[in-house]
């Protein structure tokens, strides 16, 4: 399990040239090609996978792992504030790729005017309590 498993010719993130961040024997990151924020990563697993939730415990502890290493790169380049943190499963959660990713989104102050509540956001209207 240690090969990206390629067999998935349609799918965007089995196919990336683009330069990663950084790399472990299970997963890679590399930054998002339409950032919400500067800095706005991804954390990939390399085996095609949709749902996070089919990613074997060693994949998902080889992807939170990764995700903290690039927290430290991220932390270092760009000096955010703060971050969220979120993996979108299946197209009622907002999931485009149907690759496991995790977002690792970096936040600053005054990016938004009142970021009060954070991922509960994905349902606007409940994300301020
Ligand atoms: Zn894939």
Redesign the pocket.
Known sequence: MTELIND?KA?L??NLEREKILKSELSFALYDAFPVNEGHTLIIPKR?TANYFDLTNEEQADCFALLNRVKGIVQEKYNPAGFNVGININEAAGQTVP?VHIHLIPRYDGDVEVPRGGVRGVIPEKRNY
């Open positions: 998935n799918c993130f089995c095609h690759h």
